[in-house]
């Protein structure tokens, strides 16, 4: 089964507000504040978004220029972002968390031609002109610019990612990206019209700005987001205040959130999480609190989620799911499709990017045939679905067997007093590495107390030889795990190379 051809012509920003003219007064977004939301109308966001858009066009910038956004937690991100794309010129969301320097050296590479940028947010030393909020907003008011219809390959908008090398590289996506998404709604979401969606990120994540707005819209839902002063804690009142219907958020939210007891939530039908694999044990633990399953998804930021469990189809237990309906994806292993190897996702994929920005010979690097890579090493189950093993360059050598570091990590994330842990293979001299496991618990556990837990779960030599407790694992800015850091920084404490 594939997905319907992309219609043509086509515009991204007039997909995802389609539904704005049947329904004009439903309630599109609520920024939900501790003591009241702002809530912003359909009629309402798409006259911002194309009145924004004839404003950025009066700026003198035209189809084709890219627009750096430097944009904190307001619907002004959005906003932009789809005013952007109505009129052909290429956003770049980028999290409003980078510092100067960090911007400067994205705005080199990328030379904007403009940048929009919300106060108290760090801008680049960059020649290109800035508007300001004050300004954005001014636009909204102005006559609604027409969608640029055109060919949905064309480039619509670039993210950036620092994949494996710690090196920002730009992703360049079409706009027909989001037609591919319309496969998470029955194949992760279990989305309707009638759901209220609340993501815990902030707007400039790609998967708050996905899953938690675009993706709702596009099907006429309610995106309820927080306001960007709440605390953590507050989000299940603010899902019961709000009659959250589906939650979205990473591992780390569920993990924290659970921390604390959770209220009833009468109208939740389930949670979502992605940016990182789901521990079964906060899994459990969630449905124990609430009595709502949470699906998982797996994507990244060169393609859409396409693997996952939903509400029709629940994932086998252990596996991330099965490829959501019309996604063309295949595991591969020295060059040839098998039911153990690397992650594959066909070229011909709507939700597969452009290229990398400036970078065909990376681009090509990444393909294998008519394959595109994504680093991620899988094993296909007899019922078809996908287990994941980890990064191709975080998965473990014990003796000449390879270990994925997410099956060692499942089972001494069973231990009563670990709240976290990462396994990471080390080095211990020139001819001879082991693999170690860092945990999170509130005091060190005994080395033999861990070594005969890990027995029971796990052959001997999968199982960790060192055992090491830090205060908190080192993550990166959306959250992911960074095993990579933990085997840096033991090799520098310890001399190794």
């Given amino acids: 089964m594939f997905l319907s051809p992309v219609p043509a012509p086509f515009n991204m920003a007039a997909h995802v507000l389609a539904r704005a003219g049947a329904q004009p007064d439903k309630v599109a977004l609520a920024i939900l504040g501790p003591a009241r939301a702002e809530r912003w109308s359909y009629a309402r966001l798409e006259a911002a978004v194309r009145g924004a ?16 956004l430097r944009l904190g937690n307001t619907p002004d991100f959005p906003i932009a972002f789809l005013a952007c794309l109505a009129v052909d010129l290429i956003p770049v969301p980028t999290s409003a968390q980078l510092t100067s320097p960090e911007t400067t050296a994205l705005a080199a590479t990328l030379a904007p031609a403009a940048i929009i940028g919300g106060a108290d947010i760090a801008l680049p030393d960059h020649p290109a002109p800035v508007i300001n909020t004050d300004t954005l907003r001014g636009f909204h ?23 494996t090398s710690g090196r920002p590289r730009g992703v360049v996506h079409a706009h027909r990206a989001i037609w591919a998404r319309g496969s998470m709604f029955d194949g992760w979401y279990g989305l309707t019209d009638t759901d209220r969606v609340l993501h815990a990120g902030a707007f400039n994540w790609t998967y708050t700005l996905g899953t938690g707005l675009m993706d709702p819209w596009t099907q006429g839902a309610t995106a309820l987001i927080p306001a960007a002063d709440t605390k953590p804690a507050m989000l299940p009142l603010l899902m019961k205040r709000h009659d959250a219907t589906i939650f979205a958020a990473a591992p780390g939210v569920y993990r924290h959130l659970l921390k604390s007891p959770m209220p009833p939530l009468p109208k939740l039908r389930h949670g979502l999480s992605a940016g990182e694999k789901l521990p079964q044990t906060t899994r459990d633990a969630w449905e124990a609190a609430t009595g709502t399953p949470i699906y998982e998804a797996y994507g990244m930021s060169e393609c859409s989620t396409f693997l996952s469990g939903s509400p029709s189809t629940p994932a086998e237990a252990g596996t991330l799911g099965q490829p959501q309906p019309g996604r063309r994806v295949a595991l591969v292993e020295g060059g040839s499709l098998a039911d153990t190897g690397e992650i594959a996702v066909h070229r011909d994929d709507p939700g597969l990017m452009l290229h990398y920005l400036d970078a065909p010979e990376e681009t090509a690097q990444r393909f294998a045939g008519d394959w595109f890579l994504t680093g991620d090493r899988a094993t296909r189950t007899a019922g078809g679905h996908i287990r994941y093993d980890g990064r191709i360059d975080d998965m473990m050598n014990a003796g000449g067997y390879r270990v994925s570091p997410i099956e060692v990590e499942a089972a ?39 070594a005969a837990f890990s027995a029971r779960y796990l052959a001997r030599y999968k199982a960790p030889r060192l055992f090491t407790r830090v205060d908190a694992l080192p993550r990166g800015a959306n959250n992911k795990l960074l095993r990579r850091q933990l085997r840096q920084d033991w090799n520098a404490r310890h001399g190794q190379t």
């Fill in 412 to 450: 001494l994330a069973q231990h009563p007093a670990i709240s976290e842990v990462a396994a990471v293979e080390l080095r211990v001299k020139s001819d001879a590495s082991v693999i170690a496991a860092f945990y999170v618990s509130d005091d060190v556990i005994g080395e033999d107390e861990l």
């Fill in 53 to 68: 858009a004839t404003g950025l066009l009066q700026t003198g910038l035209c189809a084709g220029d890219r627009v750096l």
């Fill in 141 to 163: 008011a102005l006559a609604p610019a027409p969608y640029t219809m055109g060919d949905p390959n064309r480039a619509g908008y670039i993210i950036f990612t620092s994949g």
